[in-house]
């Protein structure tokens, strides 16, 4: 296998939670495509009928989290009303960390993207 770098001008950016289950109810979300991999970032989470922040894990100041998973090739959202294009991924992640807050959080972010910009093809 060799390595290839994907250039930033060729990931493909989202305006959605990629990842867990109740990601709409977080008001902060990255979510990027990089080649094959698949970069998502939520946190500031509010809970439903809550008014405080909940953090997400176990971390007492886990309020973000950033998973990479693998892209899956050919499969996008069936949501046909969503139109959001995103990719179905495989739900096993193969990185990730928390992080207490949103600048830590895009800074996590941006670095898995630059990470996993150089992959095996």
């Not at 867990?20 to 990255?30: E, S, T």
């Not at 970032?41 to 100041?61: H, L, M, N, S, W």
């Not at 739900?91 to 992959?119: S, W």
């Amino acid at each position: 296998m060799k390595k290839e770098f994907v250039p930033s001008d060729k990931w493909i950016w989202y305006g959605h939670a990629g990842h867990l289950c109740v990601g709409h109810y977080c008001r902060f979300h990255l979510c990027t495509k990089v080649g094959q991999f698949f970069i998502s970032t939520v946190g500031d989470y509010f809970p439903p009928g809550e008014d405080a922040r909940d953090t997400i894990g176990g971390g007492e100041k886990d309020f973000f989290e950033t998973y990479v998973f693998t892209a899956k090739k050919g499969l996008k959202c069936k949501l046909n009303k969503c139109q959001c294009g995103m990719p179905n991924i495989d739900l096993h992640e193969i990185d990730g960390a928390r992080v207490e807050t949103a600048r830590e959080a895009a800074n996590l972010h941006m670095k898995m993207c630059r990470k996993y910009a150089k992959r095996k093809v």
